[in-house]
């Protein structure tokens, strides 16, 4: 099975910082990649489809990139109800849908 | 509007056997592309996903969970089934339902969610 590692597993940033959270797939998994944010006691919603389009309704501020193996979800300037864990997710030809860890992110 | 809520029993015994109950509305399992996948999370861990069933009645499971997952369509048109037997306490967590459209055009996403129901394990 494929495995998604993220990194890092938490930061602390400053409202209005550039964040950055990566997503490294063990093997090539195309642009087959979705982001999520989950708040505290919710469930995950989708930010980014397909590596790097934004899902309707979700702020510009929010930008996926990458391919293949590499994958960055990238907030440019943190807002405070960004907070929350942010979730990379890969999904197969055959229904399959596998998480990364997670990466929690919080006000400083 | 698609709305997904869960159901089952908040506490079992290890070794029991687990059956939750999603049920959807706004949206029809028998239309092609239309899917309910099954996503638990344990505390503080990552969501996992477990199974998926299709509008064609397909059903794939996680290959770590397989052996004790049955995912099936309720007797009602708007309801998805699943059961895990001999459940552990490794298996506390919050379960959730989810629509998918494997559809031409349209994002592979986990894109409605339930609200999760969850489920301790204990004796």
């Known amino acids: 099975d494929i495995q998604m590692t993220q990194s890092p597993s938490s930061l602390s940033a400053s409202v209005g910082d550039r964040v950055t959270i990566t997503c490294q797939a063990s093997?090539?998994?195309?642009?087959?990649l979705n982001w999520y944010h989950q708040k505290a006691g919710k469930a995950p919603k989708v930010l980014i489809y397909d590596a790097s389009n934004l899902e309707t309704g979700v702020p510009s501020r929010f930008s996926g990139s990458g391919s293949g193996i590499h994958f960055t979800l990238t907030i440019s300037s943190l807002q405070p109800e960004d907070v929350g864990t942010y979730y990379c997710?890969?999904?197969?030809?055959?229904?399959?849908?596998?998480f990364g860890q997670g990466t929690k992110v919080d006000i400083k | 509007q698609v709305a997904l809520r869960e159901s089952g029993p908040a506490l079992v015994k290890p070794t029991q056997t687990l059956t939750l109950t999603c049920t959807f509305s706004?949206?029809?399992?028998?239309?092609?592309?239309?899917?309910v996948a099954w996503i638990r999370q344990p505390p503080g861990k990552a969501p996992e996903w477990l199974a998926l069933i299709d509008w064609d009645d397909d059903k794939y499971y996680s290959t770590s969970l397989k052996t004790r997952l049955t995912v099936s369509k309720g007797t009602s048109e708007n309801r998805v089934v699943l059961t895990m037997t001999n459940v552990d306490p490794v298996d506390t967590g919050t379960y959730y339902c989810?629509?998918?459209?494997?559809?031409?055009?349209?994002?592979?996403?986990?894109?409605?969610w339930g609200q999760g129901t969850t489920v301790t394990v204990s004796s």
């Open positions: 989810a629509r998918i459209r494997r559809m031409v055009g349209v994002p592979y996403t986990l894109d409605v």
């Open positions: 093997d090539d998994i195309g642009d087959d």
């Open positions: 997710q890969r999904y197969g030809t055959v229904p399959v849908y596998t």
């Open positions: 706004g949206f029809s399992l028998s239309t092609s592309g239309m899917c």
